[in-house]
């Protein structure tokens, strides 16, 4: 638990309640993020990415396990506290046109957070708005336009300008990218690469865009009902996937090859996953696995620490 | 340019309801069976003979009978417009005054009893006739705890209890409706937009979450104006308050009574002014919620302009 980490998210659980019903959207699990480091989170609908992303940021308070940022945990700071820390950790939602407020011209939106937290002279907000707005590659004419005017690759540039408008440590970007079209997918993507570049940003990116998180992450962490299966360094984790889970979802993305011939056979994930409602015993993969024994119907296998510093949860790795 | 067409167009719709708010009352009044150019008219037991023979005693026949309304002072009717505007609209305003806290704290809070109790009683003031909370209201104020006047026009305090009364039954409409469009509103991205990068909760709320939802409930509640207006009717003889409901209630009832205008008021022409009078208020009334919204909201304003 060194200070050289940001982020340091500790066996984090998270219970959602509907009714009568319990829902185990994330179970024991853990992350960190180092400094300037980012930080993949992948996995299928439902298997508790976002939850975990907003454990992480303090949008969620997570039932169990710690969250420090900064050595700081969030889990157990005031509202008043958490929401000074706030400017440090931004958020770029899923669906820019449903996140940024659209009574509020494109300008307004981004001096907000600017305002909520009393940054610099009135001059010098307006100056930094007409910055980020370069920053992100918006023609300094739309900041009197309003969010619905602009096209929706134009939305996702505002919100990303607003999340930096405070110059934050941490950018939680959760599912940014599947909103859009693919061409404007493209360019949003490198607009996150260069801001990476240039300002040393950490970042979590939660995805199942498998290619954009491989071409942004330097850590990713692959998740399934709840809990991560394993996590690694990219480049390891791409060449050399322990985990069945991680392999089958390897298999299951669409490449295109160079020729014809050298297409290889697309092999989609077996079955489906199963209710959150409903967790399996044991292993949550079992269900689906295709080495599954006895064992991982009966035991729960525990997170290990590979040699090349690796995590992976499976009894057969 | 366009902005202005559409206001055009649209005062030309405004143009066609106000002419059929004119027919509509004329045509059953004096085409309807009993009226004057009706065939039952001609067996004398028409309300519109009763009608000329009430008028005959205020008003020389020679002068004809529309002549009549050009020489009786116009102010009581001016009063009574006055009367009756106050009430519906002070009426309007206390319920959101009571609705608009009273449903957002429903619809932000977590607690189970609260959840509860809160639309019962807006379930309760929706159910309750408006007479049956008048006669509530009078037993209490005036006669339990004779604090307030139970009918009358005479002093500020008289406007009380009909007020709240109409009041009343709007409450749990408009608590309701407010409730389910904060909790609407408090599921938008925006909102977890604005607690992500630390906007206060009462200011999420007070700001992010509570204008747009007045603003449906606005455009809802305006129009329900009319809804008003029939309440208004019972109120304001409920409470003797010369309200123009009240006129309207005793003019169209006293058709055939053979009453001379003014006094038991047998007018088939006020009739036809009352009710295109309601009609005028309930489309100013749509029209100013129109003109509102797109102040308030500037995607309407910004696409159709």
């Known amino acids: 638990m060194s200070a050289a980490y940001l982020l340091d998210v500790g066996n984090v659980s998270k219970v959602f309640r509907l009714q009568k019903r319990t829902v185990r959207a994330v179970h024991r699990a853990s992350l960190r993020v180092r400094e300037g480091e980012s930080v993949g989170i992948v996995g299928e609908s439902g298997s508790g990415k976002s939850t975990l992303g907003r454990c992480a940021v303090g949008l969620l308070r997570p039932d169990e396990g710690a969250v420090r940022f900064l050595g700081t945990d969030l889990t157990r700071l005031s509202n008043k506290q958490m929401r000074a820390q706030r400017r440090h950790m931004q958020v770029v939602f899923q669906n820019p046109s449903t996140a940024l407020n659209q009574r509020m011209t494109v300008g307004r939106n981004i001096l907000d957070p600017l305002l909520i937290h009393r940054v610099g002279t009135r001059m010098q907000r307006g100056v930094r708005v007409f910055e980020l707005m370069e920053q992100v590659g918006l023609s300094p004419e739309y900041a009197n336009a309003f969010p619905f005017e602009l096209s929706g690759g134009q939305q996702q540039r505002v919100m990303i300008a607003r999340a930096l408008a405070l110059d934050p440590k941490l950018l939680l970007c959760d599912e940014v990218l599947s909103a859009l079209d693919v061409s404007v997918q493209a360019q949003i993507l490198a607009l996150l690469l260069d801001l990476r570049r240039d300002r040393g940003l950490s970042m979590l990116f939660i995805s199942h865009n498998l290619p954009a998180v491989e071409v942004l992450s330097d850590v990713i962490a692959v998740m399934y009902l709840g809990e991560i299966l394993e996590m690694g360094r990219t480049e390891d984790l791409l060449a050399n996937p322990r985990h069945p889970y991680t392999r089958v979802l390897f298999d299951s993305v669409l490449d295109i090859p160079e020729s014809k011939a050298a297409r290889k056979a697309l092999r989609p994930l077996p079955g489906e996953m199963p209710s959150p409602y409903e967790i399996p015993n044991g292993c949550v993969f079992h269900t689906r696995c295709p080495v599954a024994q006895d064992v991982c119907r009966r035991e729960v296998p525990q997170a290990r620490t590979l040699d090349d510093d690796r995590q992976v949860a499976c009894h057969y790795v | ?305």
């Not at chain 2, 002068?63 to 116009?74: A, C, M, N, P, R």
């Open chain 2, 1 to 305: 340019m366009d902005i202005l067409r559409r206001f055009a167009s649209r005062l030309a719709g405004m143009l066609v309801v106000l002419t059929l708010s004119i027919a509509t009352p004329t045509v059953i009044q004096f085409y309807g069976p009993g009226g004057e150019n009706s065939k039952l008219a001609s067996q004398g037991v028409s309300a519109w003979t009763r009608a000329k023979t009430a008028f005959a005693t205020v008003w020389p026949e020679e002068k004809g009978i529309l002549t009549f309304h050009l020489h009786v002072s116009t102010m009581s009717f001016v009063n009574d417009f006055f009367s009756f505007m106050g009430l519906a609209i002070g009426s309007i305003v206390i319920a959101a005054i009571v609705a608009v806290p009273v449903g957002t704290y429903a619809a932000i809070q977590q607690k189970s009893w609260f959840r509860t109790v809160l639309p019962t009683g807006f379930l309760v003031s929706q159910s309750i006739p408006t007479y049956v909370i008048g006669v509530i209201l009078i037993l209490l104020f005036s006669v339990v705890w004779p604090i307030l006047p139970p009918n009358g026009w005479n002093s500020p305090l008289c406007a009380v209890l009909p007020t709240l009364t109409l009041a009343a039954g709007n409450v749990g409409y408009m608590g309701k409706f407010v409730q389910s469009a904060v909790s609407e509103t408090m599921q938008e991205g925006y909102i977890l937009g604005a607690r992500a990068r630390g906007v206060r909760k009462w200011n999420i709320i007070l700001k992010h979450a509570m204008k747009p939802s007045i603003l449906t409930t606005i455009t809802f509640f305006a129009p329900q104006i009319a809804i008003l207006l029939n309440n208004a009717l019972t109120i304001e003889a409920m409470f003797a308050v010369p309200g123009l409901a009240k006129l309207f209630g005793e003019t169209a009832s006293a058709q055939g009574m053979g009453l001379p205008p003014g006094v038991g008021m047998q007018d088939q022409y006020m009739v036809s002014v009352v009710f295109f009078i309601f009609a005028l208020v309930v489309l100013v009334m749509n029209l100013f919620v129109d003109i509102l919204y797109r102040v308030l909201d500037p995607r309407i304003a910004r696409l159709t302009a």
